[in-house]
């Protein structure tokens, strides 16, 4: 056996001397044979013509030899490789279009299969991220609620009672978003905190980049005042300077001090943030209300979501007994909203419902490179067609069937490897410009990255379609008849229907699929059009200019003076040219803002023991309706001097006035207020309705207030909205100068205000689009390659079955046959092809689209008019395909036709 | 070309040659004409599957191969037959002739 290896490695890697040494035997043998038939008596040249016959082939031979010293697979395939290699350069446009062709549907496929792992896949970034789940729970009986996708938040005596009592986390704590000023250092600004109470760090579990969490005594109301920083935040303000443990920051006006720095790449759940405040609750002044916050818990080893959601379920009862609404209210009274624990792991709350998109882009991709797949046999099956003569003629030397077999699928893993390679390359530079644009709505976009898993799928995918598009012609030409290609080498009357059936096959499946796509694209252009043309509820987005202003209470001590600031920024923000109009309000629609709702009781209309749904509260400002274009539809807007003397007054949606008292008209000079305590509030005015949750989402149904308004807490002591958004109408919206003139207005009247969030409502409408038009987007794009890969599919077929038939249409045209008759016998075939392609395209479509629907508005899943679009748009495109070799099969000269045999 | 001459039989080359190699190191060409030789003239080997059989019995280390000169000074490559090629021979040999006993014993009692 040793000998065996020996020979082998020797045969392998001394391939020149063993070649030589076989070359030499050979050719002694040959000298020995013709010495003895010299003897014999032959002439020199009859014994040398003898000595070969006898010896047989000579290369065959030595192909024997090879194959006896068990070289032939290393040795073979090393061949092949560099005879696919020379093949492939010998040809630079079809190699250079199959591996274009390749590279970008494995690039677009590595790239979303990229995110879809890092999305969907990938554990979260905490330790044993298995263990923690949101602490989501729904209400069924709080009507209203249901449009707010998030279910009911917690209000903080929940947090209380959870954490105290539950027997199945490890550590439970809330958050929430906001924005603060910091002063202080340099110029004011307005930064992007979290307010975690106590367990949310230790749930998370990942320990400071510096510095220690947030303790337990910083989450007590009178306890020392700390704040944490986020990596990001910690770089930008303070260099990362390590030092910055135990320095103060001014945080709204209060002083706190930096205990610790997150590590980079941290996201509270899917918050980005630059400062971690804690929340400290004062006990003492809570209430049942105030469902404001996000739950995050970690579940204790061994404990499932369905033992959790009963571990809650078992403490509501326990928290609606332990805590009060205030004297005279009913604690029982949430009973009737049903509240229902609804737990969901961590990651299913970070990823939301971009799965569905991903899923979708994922099957789309994956069709196009089915037809890249498609087309690049197509060209294969040309190619080797050519070769017909050249395999049959290896064949006839000796090659065998496995051989030739080999050697065509070694060219198109060659080809796969080099489309992959390619494909990485476009992969990886795809993502990093995927994650530079940050398409909104995708979650962990940083955490993307073109990881081992994603290499992987690249190589497989380069190394399946090699076999999906090389097996093809392979066993085509290597068949088992390969004598017979030999004989009709150069009689090519007719092309073999035989021959171009798999092509045709290969054009029907691609025309299908390719239908497919562009139905899909279609419908979300049909989407994306009908989410245009729903009236939003405001006008003109584009120039209207919007950021919000927080004035904290040590800033500014008393209602009625935040009110005058407010105020003020409004009068100075008038005066700045180009500006026609200014308000305010507590958030902008779309904007996302925790949104703030309650029951409302209407005068008169008392239905007791009935559940009341809930409405959307907003807080707005005079003029903030004529700023933003909302329509007046009865009555009219506040006015400062409502505001200023805290005139019991309100202002409702149309679909609310219509609900409560049957027209809109009909709602002025009623009365509606949120709880028994509150004066009865008179409403003046109603608009029209404002798709406050993004056009997809119904109009809710939404009560205006004004911003200044007599306090929960009984009579006579006021309260201001503090955070409120501004939106400002001017033609000059965007321009630097224009927002420098914007933030100088605001600083004359109070230079320690910053301005967050400087956006305009263009923006925050686009963003309330992205999920759709990034759907849109991706689609189209694939649509669009489907399609110019069907086309080229089609023109490849059509105009090599039009050269194989040059011989026949010259026979035709000899024969009298009118050039409109050609032309329509090659479109025709053309037609045919691209017509049950459709057919079977359409029939797959109508099947595939409903897992769409989750991502159409306004449109069926089986809309005709796509349908039929698409169907002509392909019909079309293919006929013109068709049109170029059919013009060529026109121009067919009989005698050059005929001659070329 | 005379009609007495047979083509061998499958499998029958590997033994006649490692046989001819048992006296004594050959090269090809002397290897085949050894067997028409010595079967006068009646066994003629196919000279197209001569050289892989050597190749393949080299393979297996039945027989070792070297580069020596001829008598007329030429450069040939020698065939010689190892240790295990012996005791293939013997194995091979005893197997032939219990066929071929066997064989001319059912067409003799036939």
């Known amino acids: ?901 | 070309v005379t009609e007495s001459r047979i083509d061998l039989p499958q499998g029958t080359l590997d033994l006649l040659i490692l046989r001819i190699l048992a006296l004594g190191p050959e090269h090809g060409w002397a290897i085949s004409e050894r067997i028409q030789q010595v079967s006068k003239d009646v066994l003629r080997v196919q000279q197209g599957s001569l050289y892989p059989a050597l190749h393949r019995l080299e393979r297996r280390g039945w027989i070792k191969a070297r580069w020596a000169t001829t008598g007329n000074n030429r450069r040939a490559k020698y065939y010689d037959l190892t240790k295990t090629g012996h005791k293939q021979l013997e194995a091979e040999e005893s197997g032939w002739k219990k066929l071929a006993a066997a064989v001319a014993q059912v067409l003799e009692t036939t």
């Open chain 1, 1 to 901: 056996m040793l000998s065996d290896l020996l020979i082998r490695l020797r045969s392998l890697f001394r391939r020149k001397a063993v070649e030589t040494e076989l070359e030499d035997e050979l050719r002694f043998h040959l000298d020995c044979q013709i010495e003895k038939h010299l003897r014999a008596g032959f002439s020199a040249a009859e014994a040398r013509r003898r000595a070969r016959l006898e010896l047989g082939g000579f290369e065959q031979m030595k192909e024997e030899c090879r194959d006896a010293r068990g070289v032939i697979l290393v040795e073979t395939t090393l061949q092949d490789f560099r005879y696919g290699l020379r093949q492939l350069r010998r040809s630079p446009a079809f190699t250079l279009v199959a591996v274009l062709t390749l590279g970008i549907g494995i690039g677009a496929n590595t790239a979303v299969f990229s995110v879809l792992n890092c999305v969907l896949f990938e554990p979260l970034p905490y330790p044993k991220a298995g263990e923690l789940v949101e602490l989501r729970q729904i209400a069924p009986g709080a009507a209203g609620l249901a449009s707010f996708s998030d279910g009911l938040r917690l209000s903080p005596s929940m947090y209380f009672t959870y954490a105290r009592q539950n027997r199945a986390f490890q550590s439970l704590g809330v958050w929430a978003t906001g924005t603060a000023s910091v002063t202080g250092l340099a110029t004011p600004e307005q930064v992007r905190y979290v307010l975690v109470s106590e367990g949310v760090l230790e749930a998370l579990n990942v320990p400071p980049a510096i510095g220690r969490w947030l303790s337990r005594a910083d989450q007590v109301p009178q306890g020392p005042k700390t704040v944490m920083l986020s990596y990001g935040y910690w770089q930008r303000r303070f260099g990362g300077d390590r030092s910055v443990i135990g320095r103060n920051i001014t945080v709204d006006s209060r002083l706190r001090e930096i205990v610790g720095v997150m590590p980079q790449g941290f996201h509270l759940v899917d918050a980005d943030f630059d400062l971690i405040v804690p929340i400290a609750f004062d006990r003492s002044k809570l209430i049942l209300a105030g469902f404001g916050y996000q739950g995050i818990a970690r579940l204790r080893p061994g404990i499932t979501i369905a033992q959790a959601d009963a571990d809650l379920a078992r403490m509501v009862p326990i928290w609606m007994r332990s805590w009060s609404n205030g004297p005279g209210t009913n604690p029982l009274f949430y009973e009737t909203w049903k509240i229902t624990p609804a737990l969901r792991p961590l990651k299913r709350a970070v990823i939301g419902n971009i799965g569905n998109v991903l899923w979708v882009l994922m099957g789309t991709i994956g069709v196009v490179m089915l037809i890249a797949c498609a087309n690049v046999a197509n060209l294969l099956l040309v190619r080797v067609d050519s070769r017909r003569q050249e395999i049959a003629i290896r064949a006839a030397l000796g090659a065998g069937r496995g051989r030739i077999v080999k050697e065509l699928l070694l060219q198109s893993v060659l080809l796969g490897l080099a489309g992959g390679a390619l494909g990485v390359g476009l992969a990886y530079e795809g993502l990093r410009l995927l994650v530079a644009m940050g398409p909104a709505g995708l979650p962990r976009l940083t955490e993307i990255t073109l990881d081992g898993r994603a290499l992987g799928v690249a190589v497989l995918l380069s190394l399946l379609s090699s076999l999906l598009f090389g097996l093809i012609p392979a066993f085509k030409y290597a068949g088992p008849r390969i004598s017979e290609s030999l004989r009709s080498v150069g009689r090519a009357a007719t092309a073999s229907a035989e021959r171009l059936h798999l092509r045709n096959l290969l054009v029907v499946a691609q025309v299908a699929m390719a239908l497919i796509l562009l139905v899909s694209a279609g419908l979300m252009v049909r989407t994306f059009q009908a989410l245009r043309s729903v009236e939003p509820g405001f006008i003109d987005a584009p120039h209207l200019e919007t950021f919000r202003i927080s004035i904290p209470a040590s800033l500014v001590a008393t209602p009625q003076q935040v009110t005058r600031t407010q105020n003020d920024i409004a009068d100075k923000l008038a005066q700045v040219p180009g500006v026609t109009s200014v308000g305010f309000a507590s958030s902008m629609p779309m904007e996302g803002m925790a949104p703030a709702w309650d029951t409302i009781e209407a005068r008169g209309q008392a239905h007791p023991g009935e559940v009341t749904p809930l409405r959307l509260f907003e807080n707005v400002s005079p003029q903030f309706f004529h700023t933003t274009g909302t329509r007046i539809i009865a009555g009219r807007e506040f006015t400062w001097s409502d505001v200023y003397g805290t005139r019991p007054v309100v202002m409702v949606s149309e679909n609310l006035a219509r609900e409560l008292w049957g027209a809109p008209s009909a709602a002025l000079g009623k009365s509606i207020r949120e709880f028994s305590s509150m004066p009865w509030h008179e409403v003046i005015g109603v608009v029209q309705d404002v798709r406050e949750n993004g056009v997809q989402e119904k109009a809710p149904a939404i009560v205006y207030w004004p911003t200044m308004m007599e306090d929960l807490y009984g009579p006579h002591t006021f309260d201001a909205v503090r955070t409120v958004t501004f939106a400002v109408r001017s033609s000059r919206t965007g321009t630097e100068k224009f927002l420098n003139q914007i933030r100088d207005a605001v600083w004359s009247v109070n230079s320690s205000l910053p301005l967050a969030t400087v956006q305009t409502m263009q923006e925050i409408y686009a963003r309330s689009l992205s999920r759709t038009s990034f759907t849109l987007v991706v689609l189209g794009i694939a649509g669009a390659m489907a399609l110019a890969l069907g086309i080229i599919g089609i023109y490849g077929v059509i105009s090599y079955a039009v050269s194989q038939r040059t011989h026949e249409i010259g026979i035709r045209v000899a024969l009298g046959a009118h050039s409109g008759h050609l032309l329509g016998m090659v479109i025709g075939q053309g037609l045919k092809l691209t017509l049950i392609g459709v057919g079977l395209g359409i029939a797959g479509a109508l099947g595939l689209m409903q897992s769409l629907s989750s991502l159409l508005f306004g449109v069926t899943p089986t809309d005709p008019l796509t349908f039929t679009g698409v169907a002509i748009l392909l019909a079309l495109v293919a006929l013109s395909a068709c049109y170029v070799p059919a013009r060529r099969a026109m121009r067919v000269d009989p005698i050059v036709a005929l001659r070329n045999e």
